[in-house]
């Protein structure tokens, strides 16, 4: 997905709908901010992210940004709602920047009435404005929204992956960890990356900051190997 972002922006050949889904957790709504801030860049590094240094980043990082646009689809679900967008769609965007950028989240949220008020900008958007949706139910959106929009499918992420970002973390925020235990958090979390991060949080305030094996399968409430191995020799001797 990364890759297919990236070219478009460098081959400046970016679609005006992006449609993100995929399960919970996996990163489409900090995928959609970090596309937002990338193509407003001015001083894109050569790999296609964004400096950090330039106006548009700044007022990004500081929530004053004016042509990116986060609208929760979840609470704004009304007719009302999307044409109040529509109107701001108008105008063009500010401070030299290039796209006005719109993310709406939990897009399959908006009512019927709402996604047929918004198709005809879909489908005819002023060649500034950019729609980036995402969605955890694909199933529940509009075939006409659907066929107007680029479609990205978020995968769980892998337990390697995680285990590697989990480390990173840990190395940032000097909390000492055994890979065996982030290795079970990874798991337990099932390709969920919000969810792996919430658990570590918790074990880390648990046990001070030390991340171990033992202090991971106590809170998580697992039966490691050993009842394991238990079981399998008290039922190897037929001791009941």
């Given at each position: 997905?990364t890759?297919?972002?990236?070219n478009?922006i460098?081959?400046?050949q970016?679609?005006?709908?992006f449609l993100?889904?995929?399960?919970?957790?996996?990163?489409?709504?900090?995928c959609?901010?970090?596309?937002?801030?990338t193509i407003?860049?001015?001083?894109r590094?050569e790999?296609s992210?964004?400096?950090?240094?330039c106006?548009s980043?700044?007022?990004?990082k500081e929530?004053t940004?004016?042509?990116?646009h986060?609208?929760?689809?979840?609470s704004?679900?009304?007719?009302?709602?999307?044409?109040?967008l529509?109107e701001?769609v108008?105008?063009a965007p500010?401070?030299g920047?290039?796209?006005?950028?719109?993310?709406?989240?939990e897009?399959?949220?908006?009512?019927s009435?709402?996604?047929?008020?918004?198709?005809?900008t879909?489908e005819?958007p002023?060649?500034?404005a950019i729609?980036?949706?995402a969605?955890?139910?694909k199933?529940?959106i509009l075939?006409?929204?659907?066929?107007?929009c680029q479609?990205?499918?978020f995968?769980?992420i892998t337990?390697?992956d995680?285990?590697?970002?989990?480390?990173e973390?840990?190395a940032?925020e000097?909390?000492?960890?055994?890979?065996?235990a982030?290795?079970l958090?990874?798991?337990k979390s099932?390709?969920?990356?919000?969810?792996?991060?919430s658990i570590?949080?918790?074990?880390a305030?648990?046990?001070?900051d030390?991340?171990?094996?033992?202090?991971t399968?106590?809170?998580?409430n697992?039966?490691?190997?050993?009842?394991?191995?238990?079981l399998?020799e008290?039922?190897?001797?037929?001791d009941?």
């Amino acid at each position: 997905i990364t890759t297919t972002l990236k070219n478009a922006i460098k081959t400046d050949q970016l679609a005006h709908s992006f449609l993100f889904c995929g399960p919970r957790g996996v990163g489409k709504t900090t995928c959609a901010r970090i596309l937002a801030k990338t193509i407003n860049c001015t001083n894109r590094t050569e790999d296609s992210e964004a400096c950090d240094n330039c106006s548009s980043c700044i007022s990004f990082k500081e929530n004053t940004s004016f042509n990116v646009h986060e609208l929760d689809a979840a609470s704004n679900n009304s007719v009302d709602d999307i044409r109040d967008l529509i109107e701001q769609v108008r105008f063009a965007p500010q401070g030299g920047s290039k796209y006005k950028v719109y993310i709406i989240d939990e897009v399959h949220m908006l009512s019927s009435a709402a996604f047929n008020a918004f198709l005809k900008t879909l489908e005819e958007p002023p060649s500034y404005a950019i729609f980036i949706l995402a969605t955890t139910e694909k199933h529940k959106i509009l075939p006409t929204i659907l066929s107007r929009c680029q479609i990205f499918d978020f995968n769980r992420i892998t337990t390697k992956d995680t285990v590697e970002h989990l480390q990173e973390i840990c190395a940032k925020e000097n909390i000492e960890s055994e890979k065996d235990a982030l290795h079970l958090i990874a798991q337990k979390s099932e390709g969920c990356m919000r969810d792996a991060l919430s658990i570590m949080d918790k074990i880390a305030s648990f046990s001070n900051d030390k991340i171990t094996y033992t202090s991971t399968v106590e809170n998580l409430n697992i039966l490691d190997y050993d009842y394991y191995f238990k079981l399998i020799e008290s039922l190897m001797m037929q001791d009941m």
